[in-house]
């Protein structure tokens, strides 16, 4: 088989399934693609669920090593390929047939791209380069998704029932660029559901009763992404809250839950013990009290915006809207009410100035912008009676006959404070809780962040990426530093730990240090996360560890919150709660030394060079590299450098690279002999 770089057309008629998705793998890998592997036909039922948690592959791509694990021994039947920054790739996943089509003829530029068939329907899934320069976020549609940072995407050559994901058009993916992202993103937006307004009070005190098929479908949902035991505490927490009581979800959920498999290294339990366990999480969870999600929200923000709209609106460049809606709920002007210019100017006069105040009226008279425009009743000068008057409650202006003129000459307009639930479905975004703001909170823009900015840490500690804090709101990362240096906002980095040996050395690179990771020995002296230095100590017998700072944590107040540690990458339990919130910290892991695989390739007292530019001290090492250089130049295209060759011999003891340049002239098809001889050097597996 042949592997065109970047092309990804893949000759899928292979008889060996494992084979053939461990090629495949280790293809995306060099395409620069995080690869996870998926449970396939293995499991009709969850055929695209992650075969293990994936998590920590959202930031660090596994090795070619896991990959023979996944694929060799393990046998899972399908792979998958980890969007968003990760992997440099972003992909439209369309469940219509009718958005295709309307997406096609809008847009047809925007085809030209890598395109693989899915198995199921046989719609296309278009990728996407991500350039470093630009973010995306993941978004959902009617018909259409497009999964970036925290999703995956099923990859060829993955079977589903007996039917494969086809590549239909090669070639490299398409670099975005900003306008691509906003015709996609302004696409997406009009194929959006219309979010349905939250019900009455009233209603939701009284939901309908969930089915016993909605509880089997929504534990085995949750337990692709979290632990069994979570999963089974908050499905008992949806029956409770759907009208069941507690002995009918201990007659449905304790079966359940005792027959459901681990992918984890959990202890071996017993069925008594399984349904003894069952038990004591289903009674846990009734014993709380019952309260409405949605009631709650609804109550919590009668009277400021949710946090959802706070965040939509700095995200367009809007803290002015922001802070004139905010500030005129506050002083009691409700949804619905009416008011004037002038009556918004008097009421925020000091807290917000009057350019900000005419754009947000401005803005919410000309719904065209968001929503189809409100075409008034009768002429401009027609009297606004409550006959004439439109049946809306969205803000608009209200026109009327004979105005009183002020002083100054002009005629007052008239607007109608917009209900919450109209703002939410006005910037496309679901209802939330709010955090607490008061009036001095409003004097300028940077305020207002920064108050919003204080009050997420304080409710909930946690870590966090300095992108997501400053694209929450609408502001650069330096501004985000500014904030936190002004509040104060504390913060601390957290590291993971990784065992360095000669089967993963290969994720350090030769003369580039890893930025923001360091290499550590037990008695805890540092060095830079190079390679070279990592093969000298492992050749002298040392233990080493790969320390790489992952997100900051961050909190408010003096004393940082206790956290508990959890592994980087494990079946998820339920998290510690700090003030009745998540809070989840990734420690160190502990750092042990591992024995060698391949035997020392330096002798006894023998300095290891600095560089590999200069001919090697070494003259039958010299030699050899030497022969690599000639016999892989000679066969195509690919070419590889003297340094990179004496790197190869200095890695590796002579009969094993001797080996492999036997096998690499075997292989008369290979068009990378240099990536192929590489790879085949790593293995663990005797040449």
Not at 162 to 172: I, K, N, P, S
Not at 248 to 265: G, K, N, P, Y
Not at 361 to 381: D, R
Request: hydrophobic share 35%.
């Amino acid at each position: 088989m042949q592997v065109k770089s970047g092309s990804l057309g893949f000759d899928l008629s292979f008889s060996n399934r494992s084979q053939t998705l461990l090629t495949l793998a280790e293809a995306y890998f060099y395409l620069g693609y995080s690869v996870i592997p998926l449970l396939g036909d293995l499991d009709a039922t969850r055929s695209k669920a992650p075969a293990l948690p994936w998590s920590g592959f959202q930031n660090t791509r596994a090795t070619v090593n896991d990959y023979e694990q996944w694929f060799s021994e393990s046998r899972f039947a399908g792979l998958g390929i980890v969007t968003g920054r990760v992997s440099h790739l972003v992909v439209l996943d369309f469940d219509s047939e009718a958005i295709f089509n309307a997406f096609k003829a809008q847009y047809p530029d925007l085809l030209e791209t890598h395109t693989v068939r899915s198995a199921g329907r046989g719609l296309p899934h278009l990728y996407f380069k991500l350039p470093d320069h630009l973010h995306v976020d993941s978004q959902k549609g009617q018909g259409i998704d497009l999964l970036s940072n925290g999703r995956y995407v099923v990859a060829p050559p993955t079977l589903i029932n007996g039917q494969a994901y086809r590549v239909t058009r090669g070639g490299q993916p398409r670099p975005l660029t900003e306008r691509d992202i906003r015709r996609i993103q302004s696409f997406i937006q009009s194929c959006r559901v219309p979010q349905p307004v939250a019900p009455s009070v009233q209603a939701a005190a009284a939901p309908l009763k969930a089915s016993r098929h909605d509880l089997c479908t929504l534990y085995h949902y949750l337990c692709q992404h979290n632990g069994r035991n979570e999963a089974l505490f908050r499905t008992s927490l949806f029956a409770r809250d759907t009208g069941w009581q507690k002995s009918e979800a201990l007659s449905t959920l304790v079966e359940l839950h005792s027959q459901q498999t681990t992918r984890s290294s959990h202890p071996q339990e017993t069925a008594a013990q399984r349904q003894h366990e069952a038990q004591r999480t289903i009674h846990s969870a009734f014993s709380r009290p019952a309260a409405s999600r949605r009631q709650a929200r609804q109550t919590a923000n009668t009277h400021q915006l949710p946090n959802s709209v706070r965040e939509a609106l700095m995200q367009r460049k809007m803290t002015y809207a922001l802070r004139t809606l905010e500030g005129l709920l506050l002083t009691g002007t409700g949804s619905g009410r009416v008011f004037s210019t002038q009556q918004a100017e008097s009421t925020l006069k000091g807290v917000v100035g009057r350019d900000s105040i005419h754009k947000t009226l401005q803005w919410l008279a000309h719904p065209e912008s968001i929503h189809s425009p409100v075409n008034p009743h009768g002429n401009a000068n027609a009297f606004a009676t409550p006959k004439t008057r439109l049946n809306n409650k969205k803000c608009f202006l209200l026109p009327k006959r004979n105005q009183e003129k002020p002083q100054n000459g002009r005629p007052q307009n008239w607007y109608r404070m917009p209900d919450i639930q109209d703002l939410c479905v006005l910037l496309g975004v679901d209802l939330s809780n709010s955090d607490p703001l008061q009036l001095i909170d409003l004097a300028s823009a940077p305020q207002t962040r920064r108050v919003l900015h204080r009050e997420l840490i304080k409710r909930r500690p946690a870590e966090y990426s300095r992108r997501w804090l400053a694209a929450r709101l609408g502001v650069s990362m330096p501004t985000i530093n500014s904030y936190n240096r002004a509040i104060p906002i504390h913060s601390r980095p957290t590291y993971t730990e990784t065992a360095i040996g000669w089967g993963n050395i290969e994720r350090l690179p030769f003369d580039e240090p890893l930025r923001g990771a360091f290499l550590v020995t037990p008695n805890g002296k540092r060095f830079p996360a190079l390679r070279l230095i990592a093969s000298r100590m492992l050749a002298n017998g040392e233990a080493v560890c790969l320390k790489e700072q992952g997100r900051n944590f961050y909190w408010y107040g003096d004393d940082p919150p206790s956290m508990k540690p959890v592994a980087a990458i494990q079946d998820q339990q339920p998290a510690v709660t700090f003030a009745g919130n998540p809070l989840i910290d990734i420690q160190p892991l502990v750092c042990k030394p591992i024995a060698t695989v391949h035997p020392t390739p330096l002798k006894p007292g023998q300095p290891a060079p600095t560089h590999f530019h200069r001919p090697l001290a070494d003259t039958q090492r010299e030699a050899l590299a030497d022969y690599i250089y000639t016999c892989i130049n000679g066969m195509g295209k690919k070419t590889i450098s003297r340094a990179t060759a004496r790197r190869l011999t200095h890695m590796q003891p002579e009969i094993r690279v001797r080996a492999a340049l036997d096998r690499l002239q075997q292989r008369r098809t290979v068009t990378n002999p240099t990536g192929f001889l590489t790879i085949l050097l790593r293995s663990k597996h005797e040449i």
